[in-house]
T-cell receptor, first 113, second 108 residues
Framework: DTEVTQTPKHLVMGMTNKKSLKCEQHMGHRAMYWYKQKAKKPPELMFVYSYEKLSINESVPSRFSPECPNSSLLNLHLHALQPEDSALYLC????????????FGSGTRLTVV | ELKVEQNPLFLSMQEGKNYTIYCNYSTTSDRLYWYRQDPGKSLESLFVLLSNGAVKQEGRLMASLDTKARLSTLHITAAVHDLSATYFCAVEAQKLVFGQGTRLTINP
């Protein structure tokens, strides 16, 4: 298995909703990442987990809450989002060290209404 | 803070022509990546460049890295319509930072 699987592929949520994005990989990668990508912009790093511990938080608002329950799974919990949070959310994973690069999932297209 | 700049940001070219996309970065790094993204899709890894002078080729695409000049190039040879996409370079220095992307349109 050489893929990063993200679910759901599309999500529409209201500003008072609570939802979660899920990311899974079975490549034995020990680093996992969340990126946010607005239309016509490059991906921007949000969080990095290394060996199941949060190692980088790029000053992301607390309405985004990451969780890494085990080495294969990464979640992003969403609460009280704003319309400007609508974007493509990409999960990625990599080996440690990262000589073979990063594998990106297909993304979750999030719309906040 | 690491900055990654690509140029051009938009490129419209005819099939059969050659062109080069440039990626400059501001701090020392020996890991550079090129990705392709189709509209509404995720990132497809094209090349991983790990050392000065690295050159990799796949089909009509060739990427190179000059770490001393902090410059990578993505060269397109005899372009075909299927190569139309947005191309990102990304540089790693403690974290992966992307360039702005080059939106490439290849016209028949």
């Amino acid at each position: 298995d050489t893929e990063v699987t993200q679910t759901p592929k599309h999500l529409v949520m209201g500003m008072t909703n609570k939802k979660s994005l899920k990311c899974e990989q079975h490549m034995g990668h020990r680093a996992m990442y969340w990126y946010k990508q607005k239309a016509k912009k490059p991906p921007e790093l949000m969080f990095v987990y290394s060996y199941e511990k949060l190692s980088i938080n790029e000053s992301v608002p607390s309405r985004f809450s990451p969780e890494c329950p085990n080495s294969s799974l990464l979640n992003l919990h969403l609460h009280a989002l704003q319309p400007e949070d609508s974007a493509l959310y990409l999960c990625a994973s990599s080996q440690e060290p990262r000589n073979y690069g990063y594998t990106f999932g297909s993304g979750t297209r999030l719309t906040v209404v | 803070e690491l900055k990654v700049e690509q140029n051009p940001l938009f490129l419209s070219m005819q099939e059969g022509k050659n062109y080069t996309i440039y990626c400059n970065y501001s701090t020392t790094s020996d890991r550079l990546y090129w990705y392709r993204q189709d509209p509404g899709k995720s990132l497809e890894s094209l090349f991983v460049l790990l050392s000065n002078g690295a050159v990799k080729q796949e089909g009509r695409l060739m990427a190179s890295l000059d770490t001393k000049a902090r410059l990578s190039t993505l060269h397109i040879t005899a372009a075909v319509h299927d190569l139309s996409a947005t191309y990102f370079c990304a540089v790693e220095a403690q974290k992966l930072v992307f360039g702005q992307g080059t939106r490439l349109t290849i016209n028949p």
